[in-house]
């Protein structure tokens, strides 16, 4: 489903099945006005209006479908998606009022990745009406958004490398008119040898190499999105357990939700000028691995101590953010699947978000809040810089304690950016480790929706 689909439509009074929405305390009264058998095929399937509730409920030769909701005159984005993941496949009308936010979940709980399944045979689609016309294509396009970020994670690594990601790029491109520039090879090595160097154990065909897209007029405010792309993360040289690269798939998650960002940006119109930039590499082993101890050149011109080949993304991010800033951007935004202390500090549901501006940083926080895609603001502690250092080289990629991890890989970045420029950064999980309704288990997007929300509101007519 990463691409807009049909699974909402304009109500024009079309035949479709009608869908009551009750809450716990209203249930009771609700259902004094059915009938004894109604009332007694609710109790049957054990139906009270709990949150998440579904029953099926016989109206003569037809049939209506109940579900249970939190608050029916107010709907969050994932309180039909149970509904939608439940019912048989078939048009649905609410018997009362609009979906609203709603919609997105009723879309997002269709969602199925079902690439290599021999005997793929999902549910038929379910369809919701609505007399909001004019939400339609703005909350599809934003359920494609989410379904592309989990399409792209969930793909195995042999055919999500980077060459893949570059073909993803170049769909974009094609379909906004965009301009791609590739940058691979010793080209590659002179001007991002960062990503060079974390990316050159790597086979041929996962060759690394630099994604830079642009779009939109040049007059328009300079919109810098950037995405890491480590399509598989052994650790290098420092190796990962086999626990530990289990999920590395899903490192490419900040390229894939910057893809997605920057597509919702191009779609929707917003009068800015797009500069995308994703590294693309693996972190492969093999003899001409960069190793612990190895001093790095940077595009910037610092030089960089491995303390550990396995915080390798923030290396690629370095070469990506300091071209970036070259254009001096009026916001830069960066989605990463960057620490593993962000995941303990706010475990999978929650994106970490560093800013440099409170502004910047509330606007997100606002929109997440607004939008059921919440994300957490950690601090970027001048004290902590010192954690970076290294005695034979300007920083070292690692620290030697175990604090504030993810504020700490955060403040490497920030020497990346420029001077002056409203910087944010994500640490993402890109992925869903326990399904709940509308949010399977697997690659997700979290953060996504917060930014796309924030920028509409920044930059859109509205």
Not at 4 to 31: E, V
Not at 83 to 112: D, F, K, V
Not at 200 to 216: D, F, I, Q, S, Y
Not at 262 to 269: C, D, P, R, S, T
Request: net charge negative; charged share 25%.
């Amino acid at each position: 489903m990463s691409k807009k689909t049909d699974l909402i439509a304009a109500d024009r009074g079309q035949d479709a099945i009608s869908l009551h929405l009750i809450d716990k305390d209203g249930f009771a009264d609700w259902a004094k006005k059915l009938t004894g058998g109604q009332r007694a095929s609710l109790e049957a399937q054990k139906f009270e209006g709990s949150g998440n509730q579904t029953a099926i409920v016989s109206d003569g030769d037809k049939w209506f479908a109940v579900g249970g909701v939190a608050n029916p005159a107010d709907l969050s984005s994932w309180c039909l998606a149970k509904l939608a993941e439940a019912l048989p496949a078939g048009t649905y009308r609410l018997a009362s009022g609009n979906p609203g936010a709603a919609m997105l979940g009723w879309q997002t709980a269709q969602y199925h990745f079902g690439r290599y399944l021999s005997d793929d045979t999902p549910t038929g689609p379910r369809v919701l009406l609505t007399k909001e016309a004019k939400a339609i294509d703005g909350s599809q396009e934003e359920a494609a958004a989410v379904a592309k970020v989990r399409d792209l994670v969930n793909t195995p690594a042999e055919d999500m490398g980077p060459a893949a990601l570059e073909a993803e790029a170049e769909a974009l491109a094609k379909a906004y008119r965009a301009q791609l520039t590739v940058t691979k090879g010793d080209t590659l090595e002179q001007e991002y040898p960062m990503v060079h160097a974390v990316g050159r154990a790597a086979t041929r065909h996962h060759a690394p190499r630099m994604l830079e897209l642009k779009w939109g007029d040049e007059k328009h405010p300079k919109l810098a999105i950037i995405g890491k792309g480590v399509c598989f993360d052994s650790g290098g040289l420092d190796v990962k357990s086999a626990a530990g690269m289990k999920l590395m798939k899903k490192d490419m998650g900040g390229a894939a939700h910057a893809l997605a960002l920057a597509g919702l940006v191009m779609g929707g119109g917003l009068k800015v000028r797009l500069h995308m930039l994703v590294p693309a590499v693996e972190n492969a082993i093999a003899g001409n691995a960069f190793r612990p101890g190895d001093v790095l050149n940077s595009r910037k011109g610092l030089t960089v101590e491995i303390g550990n080949t396995d915080a390798e993304g923030r290396l690629i991010l370095g070469d990506a953010l300091t071209r970036a800033s070259e254009e001096e951007p009026d916001m830069m935004i960066d989605f990463a699947t960057l620490t593993g202390a962000a995941r303990i500090a706010l475990g999978p549901d929650l994106a970490a978000m560093m800013c440099r501006n409170d502004d910047t940083a509330q606007a997100f926080l606002d929109a997440g809040k607004a939008n059921d895609d919440e994300v957490w603001r950690l601090p970027l502690p001048e004290s902590y810089r010192e954690y970076l250092k290294s005695d034979i080289a300007d920083m070292n990629n690692t620290q030697t304690n175990p604090y504030a991890g993810a504020s700490v890989a955060g403040l490497f970045l920030d020497r990346f950016v420029g001077e002056g420029i409203d910087w944010t950064h994500f640490d993402t999980f890109a992925w869903r480790p326990f399904p709940k309704p509308g949010r399977p288990k697997g690659g997700e997007a979290l953060g996504l929706r917060a930014a796309w929300h924030m920028l509409q509101s920044r930059y859109g007519d509205g």
